[in-house]
C-alpha cells in the first residue's frame, strides 16, 4: 500500500509544470502548498503573469493556463482574490482527468461529503482540514473504488460557507483534527 | 502626531463598509437591453444587505408589473455575508415597440431603494405573404485571415496544362461566400472583455444582447461567484449555473411564436458553445447535460424540443450510460419517440428520410464518469483532412479516427438538414438552421494550421450547398449569412516550400541565430513550432542586448528570405514571395498537400487563441443589404429579424440593380 500511494503522489506531483507551487506536495503526510497570505505579487513570482483575469461580483480570478493543455474556458489554475482586501482566498487546480488524490487525504483527517445528501449523491467532496484556517477540497469523486478527483480547491475556511454552503453545513459537526473512515485506494489509478 | 495618511485609510475603509452595507436593488438586464415584441426574457431584480424586503413596485411604462413576482427568495449574492433577496418574473414579454421604462423601488425598513432600465423594443410582425428562411453559416474562429487562407489553398489550382486558376493576383473563382453580394464588419467584445469566447458570442447573435465569458443565452447574477471562483459545472453548482436571466433567442423565438422548423449543424460536439446559443440557456457553457437535456425539453417551448435537426458530434450526454452521474435518462430513445430519426454514420444521414431528424456522429454511448457531475467529454467530429483520408503535416499529428470511420463532411450534413427542415412543410412552416464549423477554431487552438484551413475548405463547401439550394427556388426566400463568432491569431506570412524538418524540429527554448537584413540574430523558439501547410513562425528574438544587431527584442522573428538566385519553385526558402499553387484531387474535391509541385500558403500564429479583432460578414438573399458595414454582433440578430419582419423589396431590388449592371466594376472570379 505504501507503494501506491508512493505511485500516486509522484504521479500527482511529477509532471512538468509551470512551477511546483502549481500542485500540492505531501511530504511526511503534510500538504505543502498556498498559504493564501500570498500577495498577487507572490503569485506573480510563483507562476508568472496569468493568461486570463477576470472579473466578478467582487472577485478577481487570476487564471493559468498551461501549454498545449488548456482549451477554452478550461484552465489549469485559478486564483481567486477578493476586490476589497486584495487577499487571495482560494486556489483551484483543475486537471484533464482524474486522478488519485488519496495521499493528500489521510483517512483520519478527512471526511466525505455528498451534494444533495448520501442517500441521493450526485457530487461528492473530499474535505481535510489544513493548519492556517485552511480546508482542501478535491471535488468530483467518482463513487467507486479510490479517491480520484480531477479539481483540488483550497480555501480559506472562514469562506467555506459562502462558496460550498452544503459542505460548511456538515463538516460544522465535524471536530477539527476528526475525520471519517474513507474507502482504500485500489489501483490501477 | 496623528498620521493623517493612516486617517484617510481609515476613513476611506470605514466609508466602503457603510457602502457595502447599504440596502440596494438592481435589476439583472444590462444597461442596453434590446429585445423584439413578445420576446421573452426573465426580469430579476436582485434586493442586496436588507434584513427583509417589504413593498415591492415594478413598473413598465404604464403597466404595472408588481403582481407577476413570486414571493422574495432570500439568497446569499456576492458570496459575502450580507442577507439579500431574488425577486423573479420569469418568461416576462414586452408585447408593444418602443422604448420601455422600467422602474423598481423597493422597500427595506425605513428606506426605499431604487433601480430603472430603458428597454428597446424593436417591432416584429412578418407579412402574412411574406414566411423566409434563415441559414445563418458560423466559421468558428473564421477572421479575415482564415478566409483568405481557404481561398489562397482552395483556389490557386494549377490544372493539367500548368495554368494556376491564381495569377497575378486574381482569381478565376472566388470562395462561395466571397461571391455573396453583401459584406460588413462584426465587432465581436463580450459584457466583459474585448477577447471573447464561443458562448457570448453566440448570445450575441442569438438573442440580440451581449454577456459575459461562457454564458449561453444569460446576463450575469450574484450568485455567479460561486461557480466562476473555479470553474465547477458539478451538480451542487447547478442551481447557481442555472439561475441566471434568461433570454430567449431567435431559434426558440420563431418556432414558438411562427411555428418555424429549427436547425443545428455542427461538427462539434452538438452540446458546443456555439450550437448550444441555439437551444438552451445556462450561465455556463460547460454544462452539458443540462445543455443536451433542453434540447429535448426547451424552457422556451413549454418542454417542447428546442430543434427538429440536430446534426454534429458528442453522443454521450445523449444518453443513459453518458448521463450516469445524473439522470440516467436515455434522451436518444426519447427523442426516436417522439418521431425523430436517429443516424450515426454518414451512411445512415444519406438514406434519412425528411423527418425530425438526430445525427450523432462522434461519442461513447458509455463515457468513463470522470466528470461525475454535470459535463462529459467534448467529443468533436474529426477534420476534414481526417476525414478525407489526407496525409497530416508532419506537425499535426496522427489521424486517428478510432471507431468512427464514416463521418459525414459538412456539406452532406447541410444538404441533409436543408432537405430534412424544407421538404414539404415549406407552406406554413419555414425553417431557421445554424451550421458551424467548429473545427476551424479547435484546430486554431493548438495552431494546426493544416487542420484549420481544409476545415474553412469543408466550410466553404457546405455554403455551397446552401446558396444552390436557395438560388434554385422559385421564390427568392432564403437569407444566408455567413460569419464568424470571433477571430483568432492566424495571420498570411507568404509562401513557401521550406521543408518540414527545417522548422518542426526545433523545440520549445531552442536558441536559433538567423541572417537576416540587421545582421546576424539570436533567436528562442516560443514553443513549439508550427506549420501551415508549412510555416508559421512562433520564435520570439529574446536576446536585447549587442547580439540582436538592432532588432526588436520580443518581436516574431523574420522568415528565412526568398534566395533571388534560384527559381522560386525550386527554391528551399521562398517564403514571402510568389503565389501559392496547388493541385486537386480529382475525386474529393479538395486540394493536395503533399507530392511536388506545390508551393503552400505560410501562415503564421501568434497565439493560440481568440483575438478581439472585428470579424467578417457576408450575407445573399432578402434583406442582405443589412449586413452591409461595421456593425454589433449583437445587430446580427436584430438584421435578421428585420429580414423576416420587414418588407424588403425595395432594398433588394437595388441591390440587385447593383449586382446586374454590368456597366459597374467587377471582381475578378466572383
Not at chain 2, 422602474?103 to 430603472?116: P, Y
Not at chain 2, 473564421?142 to 500548368?162: E, F, Q
Not at chain 2, 465587432?187 to 458562448?199: C, E, F, L, N
Not at chain 2, 454589433?632 to 447593383?658: E, G, H, P, R, Y
Request: glycine share 8%; with cysteine; proline share 5%.
Amino acid at each position: 500500500m505504501l507503494l501506491h500511494l508512493s505511485i500516486a503522489v509522484g504521479v500527482l506531483l511529477a509532471a512538468p509544470l509551470l512551477s511546483q507551487t502549481l500542485d500540492p506536495v505531501v511530504h511526511n503526510g503534510e500538504v505543502t502548498w498556498w498559504s493564501l497570505n500570498e500577495t498577487p505579487a507572490d503569485v506573480n513570482a510563483a507562476l508568472g503573469a496569468p493568461s486570463q483575469v477576470t472579473d466578478f461580483d467582487g472577485y478577481l480570478s487570476w487564471q493559468h493556463r498551461l501549454p498545449g493543455v488548456d482549451h477554452e474556458s478550461d484552465v489549469s489554475s485559478q486564483m481567486v482574490f477578493r476586490r476589497s482586501t486584495g487577499r487571495l482566498i482560494s486556489v483551484t487546480r483543475t486537471y484533464e482527468s482524474d486522478r488519485d488524490v488519496s495521499a493528500l487525504f489521510p483517512p483520519a483527517e478527512s471526511s466525505l461529503h455528498a451534494f444533495p445528501d448520501a442517500k441521493h449523491a450526485t457530487f461528492r467532496a473530499l474535505v481535510r482540514r489544513l493548519p492556517g484556517s485552511r480546508i482542501l477540497i478535491a471535488s468530483g469523486l467518482a463513487s467507486g473504488p479510490g479517491q480520484f478527483s480531477a479539481q483540488l480547491v483550497l480555501l480559506r475556511e472562514e469562506e467555506l460557507t459562502h462558496f460550498f454552503p452544503w459542505i460548511a453545513e456538515s463538516l460544522s459537526a465535524i471536530k477539527p483534527g476528526a475525520g471519517v473512515t474513507l474507502p482504500i485506494p485500489t489501483p490501477p489509478w | 502626531m496623528i498620521n493623517t495618511t493612516r486617517l484617510s485609510i481609515l476613513a476611506l475603509a470605514l466609508s466602503s463598509l457603510a457602502a457595502a452595507q447599504t440596502p440596494s436593488v438592481r435589476i439583472l438586464l444590462p444597461e442596453r437591453t434590446r429585445l423584439l415584441q413578445g420576446q421573452q426574457f426573465d426580469l430579476i431584480l436582485e434586493v442586496r444587505n436588507a434584513a427583509s424586503v417589504g413593498a415591492v413596485k415594478v413598473t413598465a411604462g404604464a403597466a404595472d408589473l408588481s403582481s407577476k413576482f413570486a414571493a422574495p427568495i432570500a439568497a446569499q449574492l456576492d458570496c459575502d455575508a450580507s442577507t439579500d433577496w431574488v425577486l423573479r418574473d420569469n418568461l416576462q414579454t414586452f408585447d408593444t415597440p418602443g422604448s420601455i421604462t422600467l422602474t423598481v423601488s423597493v422597500t427595506v425598513g425605513s428606506t426605499t431603494v431604487t433601480d430603472t432600465r430603458t428597454i428597446q423594443v424593436l417591432d416584429f410582425n412578418p407579412p402574412a405573404s411574406q414566411r423566409r428562411n434563415v441559414i445563418l453559416f458560423i466559421g468558428d474562429a473564421m477572421g479575415t485571415a482564415y478566409r483568405d487562407a481557404a481561398r489562397l489553398v482552395s483556389r490557386s489550382i494549377v490544372d493539367s496544362n500548368g495554368k494556376n486558376s491564381f495569377r497575378e493576383g486574381y482569381f478565376d473563382n472566388l470562395l462561395e461566400m466571397d461571391k455573396m453580394p453583401v459584406s460588413g464588419m462584426s465587432m465581436t467584445y463580450g459584457s466583459d472583455s474585448i477577447v471573447p469566447d464561443s458562448a457570448n458570442t453566440g448570445s450575441a447573435w442569438a438573442t440580440g444582447n451581449k454577456t459575459y465569458l461562457n454564458a449561453v443565452n444569460v446576463f450575469t447574477d450574484g450568485t455567479d461567484c460561486r461557480w466562476r471562483f473555479n470553474g465547477q459545472q458539478n451538480a451542487a453548482n447547478l442551481q447557481y449555473i442555472q439561475d441566471n436571466p434568461r433570454v430567449e433567442n431567435l431559434w426558440q423565438y420563431l418556432k414558438r411564436r411562427f411555428n418555424y422548423q429549427t436547425g443545428i449543424v455542427t461538427t462539434a460536439a452538438v452540446t458546443d458553445a456555439t450550437p448550444a446559443v441555439q437551444g438552451a440557456y445556462s450561465g455556463y457553457r460547460q454544462a452539458r447535460l443540462e445543455i443536451a437535456r433542453q434540447y429535448r425539453e426547451n424552457p422556451m417551448l413549454g418542454g417542447k424540443p428546442a430543434f427538429d435537426v440536430i446534426l454534429g458530434g458528442g453522443t454521450d450526454p445523449f444518453t443513459a450510460g453518458g448521463r450516469a452521474g445524473n439522470d440516467k435518462r436515455d434522451l436518444i430513445a426519447e427523442f426516436t419517440s417522439l418521431g425523430y430519426s436517429y443516424v450515426k454514420t454518414a451512411t445512415e444521414l444519406k438514406s434519412a428520410g425528411t423527418g425530425p431528424l438526430l445525427g450523432l456522429f462522434k461519442g461513447s454511448a458509455n463515457p468513463a464518469t470522470s466528470s461525475n457531475g454535470i459535463a462529459t467529454g467534448d467529443v468533436t467530429m474529426d477534420v476534414a483532412y481526417d476525414k478525407l483520408g489526407l496525409q497530416r503535416p508532419a506537425s499535426e499529428g496522427t489521424a486517428n479516427l478510432g471507431s468512427f470511420t464514416d463521418q459525414p463532411m459538412l456539406d452532406l450534413m447541410t444538404e441533409k438538414a436543408i432537405n430534412s427542415l424544407s421538404q414539404g412543410r415549406f407552406s406554413d412552416a419555414p425553417f431557421i438552421l445554424m451550421v458551424e464549423a467548429a473545427s476551424i477554431d479547435k484546430q486554431s487552438h493548438p495552431n494546426n494550421a493544416a487542420g484549420t484551413i481544409w476545415d474553412t475548405i469543408e466550410f466553404d463547401k457546405a455554403i455551397g450547398v446552401a446558396r444552390s439550394w436557395a438560388a434554385k427556388r422559385s421564390t427568392k426566400d432564403t437569407l444566408i449569412v455567413v460569419t464568424a463568432d470571433h477571430d483568432q491569431s492566424m495571420s498570411i506570412i507568404g509562401v513557401s516550400n521550406v521543408p518540414d524538418s527545417d522548422y518542426f524540429n526545433l523545440a520549445g527554448g531552442q536558441k536559433i541565430s538567423i541572417n537576416s537584413a540587421q545582421g546576424t540574430q539570436d533567436f528562442t523558439v516560443f514553443g513549439d513550432v508550427y506549420s501551415n501547410a508549412r510555416a508559421g513562425v512562433p520564435v520570439i528574438n529574446a536576446s536585447t542586448g549587442a547580439s540582436n544587431n538592432g532588432g526588436a527584442p520580443y518581436m516574431p522573428a523574420p522568415f528565412k528570405s526568398t534566395d533571388s538566385t534560384t527559381a522560386p519553385e525550386t527554391s528551399t526558402y521562398s517564403t514571402y514571395s510568389g503565389f501559392t499553387s496547388y493541385k486537386v484531387d480529382p475525386i474529393k474535391g479538395y486540394p493536395v498537400n503533399s507530392g511536388t509541385g506545390i508551393r503552400r500558403l505560410a501562415v503564421g500564429f501568434r497565439t493560440g487563441d481568440h483575438t478581439g479583432s472585428s470579424v467578417p460578414v457576408t450575407a445573399e438573399g432578402p434583406g442582405a443589404l443589412l449586413f452591409t458595414g461595421y456593425f454589433d454582433q449583437s445587430d446580427i440578430f436584430f438584421k435578421m429579424a428585420a429580414s423576416l419582419s420587414t418588407d424588403t423589396t425595395d432594398m433588394d431590388k437595388a441591390l440587385q440593380v447593383i449586382v446586374d449592371n454590368t456597366k459597374l466594376p467587377k471582381t475578378f472570379g466572383k
